[in-house]
C-alpha cells in the first residue's frame, strides 16, 4: 500500500504510493483519500486541514499548535484500509465542442500526431476516461489515459490565458479548464457545462478523483444554446 | 441593523478580506487563502477585543483610504505600518500600530503604506458584515470566491461594519517588537536529492533576493542557479504553504496563503510553520539565507513562537 510515509516540512504528512502513473495505485490513494475524510468530517481526527490526493501520493496537512506528524502518522498507519473497497464513484458525460474557433491547437496536434482532425477526434472521444485528481485551478480534472497515438507535449510557450471551458490533452492525460488560467495543453474544444460551481455548497466540482468521464460531441449550435 | 460602512476613496494596492483560511478544499482545488501574517492577524483582532480569527482587512504595500460613514468605531492596525487618522475638522493624527483607536463619522484613516514589510491589518470591533463561504471570509481572488465576490476591493465598493459597539474598558496596546532577521529556516523538502551537492550547499549558504515576481500566490527568489541533476518535474502532487519548489530555471519559488494545491516542480524545502509570516512579509530586493532545522527543533521553535503570540496577547488581558 503506502510505500513510505514522511514529513513534509512540520506540519504535513507524505504518503508516498510508488512512482508508476497507473489507475490501480491511484485508486489506492483515493481509498486512503475518502477514509480519512471520512474520519475528519466524523471529528474522529483532531487538527487535519488538508488532505490533497494525486496520482501516487497523498499529502495531509494540520494544524501544527492541535497536533503533530507523528500523531497523524500514527492514525495513517492505523487505518485499515480495503484493498477492493467500494467507492461512490460516478461516470460523467461532457459535451464538447471540437470546431475550430474552441479546438485552438488542432493545427499543432495534426503536424505532430499525422492524422486527421477526425481521427484524433475518434481516438479521443471512444475512450472513458479515470479521473486521478482535481486541482492546481479549483475543480480542475486530471483524466487520463488518451490513447498513445493522439500524445503530445505541453506548448513550448504557454498561453497567458486559456478560455474557460477549454479542453485540454497533453501526454497521457487529458483536463478541463474550469477558470480562465495560464497554461501550456494542447486545446481541443470547450464545453459549456460547468464544472466547478461555487454556488454548489455541498458538491463544487462535478468530477471527482475516481469518477469515469467520457466526451461527446456537440455542434456550436448546440453549445451556444446549451446554458438557456 | 448597522448602517455603518467604510467608504472607500482610494482602493489601495491590493486590499481584501483574509481570516484564519479555508480548510478541507484542497482537494478539490481550493487553496487555503487567509492572512498571510497569521500572528499580526491575532493581535490586531485582540486589540479590539474580537475573536482571534475574525475577518480583517488585508493591505498590500500602499494601502486604503477610507472614510467611516453612519457611526462611531473602534479600530486598530497591526503590521509595520505608515497612516494616518484624519479628522472631520480636518485634523490629522500621525497613527499608531498595536493600539486601539476610537473613529468618529465622517473621518478617515489613510494608510499611506507599509513600511520593509508587505503586508498590514486592519480590525474593526465587532467585526464586517460578511457572509461565509466554505467557512472562512477569506477572499481568494483566483477562484473568485469569499468576501466581495472574491475580488479585491475597488473604489465603488462599500465594507459594511457589524456594530457600533463600543463598549470599551480599557486603553489596547501591545509593545510588539518585529524580528528583523534575515535567516528562514527550513526543513528538507522531499525532492533535496534531486539536487547536486554544490545546489544543495549553495541552497543553505548563498544569499537569494527576493524578486518583484512576489504576492499572496508565492515569492520567486533569484540567486545561483540551483542544478537539478534528477529531473525538472516531478509527476504533479500536493503543495503546501511554504513549501519551495524549484523550476527548470533553477531558481526557488515559496508557496504562500493563495498557492496553486497541486505543483509539478521538486520540493527542495519547506519553511518551517514558525517562519511562514515573516517569509510572507518580505518585500522585493531583500536578501534572505536558509537554514536548516530537523523536524523536532522545527516544532520546538514553533512552540516558542506560539507562547511569544501568546504573550502578546496578555498584554491585553
Redo the contacts between chains.
Sequence with gaps: MIKNISNLGDAAVYCDFGSDVSETINTKVINYFNHLSVLVKKNKINGIKNITPSYNKLIISFDLEKTNYLEIKKVVMNLDIKEDAQNNNKKVKVPVCCENEFGLDFKRLLDKTRLSKEEILKFYLEKEYFCYMTGFIAGMPFLGDINKKIRCDRLETPRVKVPQGSVGITEQFTNIYTFESPGGWNIIGNTPLKIFDKLNLEEPALIKPGDKVSFYQISKKEYINWNE | MSNTYFQILRPGINTTIQDGGR????????T?SGAIDQRNLKLVNKLVENQLDEAVIEFAYQGPLLKLKNGKIIFSITGDVLFKIIRKNSKIEDGICYKKYILEDGDQIDLISTKNTAYGYLSVKGGFKLEK??NSYSTNT????GSNNGKKYSIEDKIIIKSNDLQTSKEMKMSYNKISDNIIRV?K??NFNYFSREAQNSFFNQEFLVTKLADRMGIRLSGLKLENIVSTNI??????R??IQVPADGNPIIMLSDH????GYP?IG????ADLDRVGQLTPRSAIKFKEVR?EE??NI?KAY?DDTNKYLNECN
Design positions: 480548510n478541507h478544499l484542497y482537494h478539490v482545488g481550493i487555503v463561504v466554505w483566483k477562484a473568485n470566491i526543513i523538502g522531499t509527476k504533479s502532487e500536493g503543495l503546501i511554504g513549501a496553486g494545491t497541486i505543483g520540493k519547506v519553511v518551517i510553520s523536524l522545527a516544532q514553533f506560539t
